[in-house]
């Protein structure tokens, strides 16, 4: 870890990023869940929506599927594999290490999450391209939008991460921690269902979830049939819960393991 110090920030960043890929690569099972199961996901969605009539919602059962495994890819892909990642270098002392040099908080956190970001990234693209050549669903009608939730979903998937992980003993735990944000997107933050399709006041209710904001911008740039007014709620909600989960990770993070 040594070796990190007296370089350049961009250069440390990509060493860290390496070193971080390497290790996703060889967890095998991370590696999987990370490239097939949204894939699988969004699969499911398709055939759970086949029965349901989405006319009012103004949008296509395949394009509800298309950004429903959009949502699972950032879930799967960010939040769930980076909880595992933190709290695995911190019980290997590697964070502690880390913090000896010259590299900074930030750039640690940074580093680590880079390969999952990147993954994430490739496969919304692919889902995308995927969308539209299999399931013959439109181009993003608003581009600027949907790659707009997806960034804001990968900074605050990766923020919520690092705090979840300071509530997290072990990696094993992982798979529970992680669990109640899955849950609670996958039923209200309209990765399943779109929110129109809920009653006025639980829909109400759902938009304030920590996701809500990321997928509304994700089918908003898809569908492009947006109400004036609703990316920008959107974006502040996201905006928001960055903020409060960056407070978070600066007061709880842990650094060293946990006794």
């Not at 969004?42 to 919602?57: H, P, W």
């Not at 209200?188 to 779109?194: D, E, T």
């Not at 990321?214 to 007014?229: D, S, Y």
Request: aromatic residues 4%; glycine residues 8%.
């Amino acid at each position: 870890m040594s070796s990190l110090t007296h370089l350049p920030a961009r250069t440390r960043l990509a060493a860290l990023g390496r070193a971080e890929l390497t290790l996703l690569v060889r967890n095998r099972t991370a590696l999987f869940v990370a490239v097939f199961v949204p894939v699988l996901m969004m699969g499911a969605i398709r055939s759970s929506l086949d029965s349901v009539d989405l006319g009012k919602t103004g949008t296509t059962v395949a394009e509800v599927a298309v950004t429903g495994g959009i949502g699972m890819a950032l879930l799967m892909v960010v939040h769930s594999n980076l909880v595992s990642a933190f709290v695995a270098r911190r019980e290997a002392l590697v964070l502690k290490r880390l913090r000896t040099g010259e590299v900074t908080d930030i750039e640690i956190l940074t580093g680590i999450a880079l390969p999952a970001a990147v993954l994430a990234l490739a496969q919304c693209a692919l889902m995308t391209a995927g969308g539209i050549t299999v399931l013959g669903v439109s181009a993003p009608a608003r581009p600027a939008l949907l790659l707009a939730g997806v960034v804001l979903g990968l900074v605050l998937l990766t923020a919520v991460a690092a705090a979840t992980s300071a509530l997290t003993r072990t990696v094993d735990s992982a798979q529970l921690t992680t669990l109640p944000l899955f849950l609670v997107s996958c039923m209200g933050s309209g990765l399943f269902v779109p929110l129109s399709l809920l009653p006025d006041r639980i829909a109400s209710l759902c938009e304030l979830l920590p996701l809500t904001g990321v997928m509304t911008l994700v089918r908003a740039g898809w569908t492009g049939g947006v109400e004036a007014g609703e990316p920008a709620g959107a974006t502040v909600t996201a905006l928001a819960w960055i903020a409060l989960s960056v407070f978070a990770v600066q007061r709880w993070f842990r650094w060293e393991p946990r006794r």
